[in-house]
């Protein structure tokens, strides 16, 4: 018997589509596939509007279609891609399996101390494939040296989708020459209404990836000035496991988690995001800071 055949695919539309919105995006394409009674209704605007978030941002003009086909061609377009807001300092995409709003904030959108003054840090254009490939900021920060780092973002909770546990990671990378960014270690920190959630240290001269065997293995980065410094021992840098390393990115550039922390149903506070290091005394150089990104985390 053809799928077309079956009890369930002979019941109406709407009772259809309302059992497929109360699942999710990745299992209303599933039920698409099953029948074209099933396509008619996991496709419906009734479906998609209960994937997208009801309070959208206002997004940058310009930036979206001005007449999406349908519900679920808005929900594609921006799980697709990220969609600026007015200002093009912060964006925001769905994600493309729970339809929860995840931002990135771009370096000039956060507080990075010193960051104007151009003995210390220089705002550079990035390349045109750069750009295509985030759709997105077009410059980045690069650190020329400082004896301390602060980088500070923030977000306002009710902007993010309620009831869900976010992520935020810094997205950067090295310069091609760099220096002490290996240790001491930065301090990273997230805090909800003024009171910490998570605290941690991160290394960004350092790396984690999955070795063929799927062990994940540890490295730290060598600028070439070290093979001119005999007295640095990068093997001597305790890595453990309570430190945090950066992951390459498929888009070439670099992330490090820097907390986590849950955004409840009805939390109205000041999410503030920072990376520091404040104690080394070490001057240091070579970061270039694309931004915050903050996203959930199944």
Known sequence: ?????????????????????????????????????????????AVWSCFLPRDLPRFAEGVLPHAPPSKKGLFRCLSDQPALLPGKLVSMRLDRATGTKCYMLSARSLHISWGETIDYWEWIKLRSDEIQANNSFREAAQLQGVWW???????????????????????????????????????????????????????????????????????????????????TSCDAIPLTDDVMLPRKRVDGWMEVELGEFYNGESCDSDVSVCLKETEGGVWKTGLIVWGIEIRTKQ
């Open 1 to 45: 018997m053809e799928a077309d055949g079956n009890e369930i695919s002979r019941l109406p539309e709407e009772l259809l589509a309302s059992i497929i919105s109360r699942t999710s995006p990745p299992d209303a394409g599933r039920c698409a596939a099953v029948s074209r009674s099933f396509l008619a209704a996991a496709d419906s605007d």
């Open 149 to 231: 780092l602060l980088i500070r973002g923030e977000i306002h909770s009710t902007m993010l989708s309620p009831n869900s546990k976010y992520a935020a990671y810094m997205v950067f990378k090295l310069a091609d020459e760099f220096i002490k960014l290996d240790f001491p270690f930065q301090e990273a920190s997230i805090t909800v209404g003024g009171n910490d959630d998570s605290t941690r240290q991160v290394c960004l001269q350092a790396y984690m990836e999955d070795g063929d065997d799927g062990v994940p293995r540890k490295h730290i980065l060598r600028c070439s000035w070290e093979d001119y410094m005999p007295h």
